[in-house]
T-cell receptor, first 112, second 119 residues
């Protein structure tokens, strides 16, 4: 059974720091992995999607990497800003059309 | 604007009173899904639909029904709500084109959520 874990559960950093959020999954046979951002009481905003054949994706200050063999993905946030404060969720999909299996999320707080 | 909409956004109801949460997407997506989010349990899939008239159970389907009569709409029906269905509900959609490997085909987009309280 595929399980997704995100550590740490919460992270607090000063503004301007570069940071890495971690996501691990137990079964390397995934179709894709998607990173989301969730603001308190709000919906999920898709940040980056990495297909199983890809190693990384970049969007602005965000870079997500995927290492299927080790069951890991990282989300790198450069030059963090207070506006980056949110909960970050990673989710894997095992097959096309299948459900997303979510981690519990990392709650990020960026202090001014 | 491409989006997934849900209504209502907030709902307080009583046990046993049938309710429907609507979900609509304007992106011509084939795949639609419902999730619920609970503290400590994360997001779990309730039902999903690969296309019109094609629906299937997710991980936690008990107490819920869905229908997919049109491509854009995927309502979630609670025939007899109970307090354990108090949760934050999200609808999601994606293109999921057959044989498509382009990332954008598989990216799931989520609605703003419906916070349901069953007393």
């Amino acid at each position: 059974k595929q399980e997704v874990t995100q550590i740490p559960a919460a992270l607090s950093v000063p503004e301007g720091e570069n940071l890495v959020l971690n996501c691990s999954f137990t079964d390397s046979a995934i179709y894709n992995l998607q990173w989301f951002r969730q603001d308190p009481g709000k919906g999920l905003t898709s940040l980056l999607l990495i297909q199983s054949s890809q190693r990384e994706q970049t969007s602005g200050r965000l870079n997500a990497s995927l290492d299927k063999s080790s069951g890991r993905s990282t989300l790198y946030i450069a030059a963090s800003q207070p506006g980056d404060s949110a909960t970050y969720l990673c989710a894997v999909k095992i097959w096309q059309g299948g459900k997303l299996i979510f981690g519990q999320g990392t709650e990020l707080s960026v202090k001014p | 604007e491409a989006q997934v909409t849900q209504n209502p956004r907030y709902l307080i109801t009583v046990t046993g009173k049938k309710l429907t949460v609507t979900c609509s997407q304007n992106m011509n997506h084939e795949y639609m899904s419902w999730y619920r989010q609970d503290p400590g349990l994360g997001l779990r899939q309730i039902y999903y639909s690969m296309n019109v008239e094609v629906t299937d159970k997710g991980d936690v389907p008990e107490g819920y029904k869905v229908s997919r009569k049109e491509k854009r709409n995927f309502p979630l029906i609670l025939e007899s709500p109970s307090p354990n269905q108090t949760s934050l509900y999200f609808c999601a959609s994606s293109l999921e084109a057959s044989g498509g490997t382009k990332s954008s085909y598989n990216e799931q987009f989520f609605g703003p959520g419906t916070r349901l309280t069953v007393l």
